[in-house]
């Protein structure tokens, strides 16, 4: 699979079917801290998203320590967008 896009059973003309993007958020959910493509998804519904550390070391990740994370999928033939998955992360060193 290639950038996270599982074309399943239905392709699209000239694309794959669903796309996945992963969102860091803040402990309430209101805030929208990082959103990412994600690098792959699968046929079993496993999503890889790979997340440098680079990504973590400006100052404004000092506060941001915790939050909620989700996985969101797309359907490019409806539209329709869903939420794979979603919990909690904790950066630590």
Do not use: H, N
């Not at 959910?29 to 400006?58: H, K």
């Amino acid at each position: 699979m290639d950038a996270a896009e599982y074309t399943g059973d239905a392709d699209t003309p000239g694309g794959p079917r669903y796309s996945c993007v992963l969102e860091l958020r803040s402990p309430d959910g209101s805030e929208l801290w990082l959103s990412r493509r994600c690098d792959q998804l699968t046929v079993d519904g496993y999503v890889t998203c790979l997340l440098p550390a680079s990504l973590f070391t400006s100052a404004e990740w000092l506060s941001r320590a915790s939050g909620q994370y989700l996985f969101r999928v797309t359907d490019a033939v409806d539209g329709s967008v869903g939420t794979m998955c979603w919990g909690y992360f904790a950066l630590t060193d």
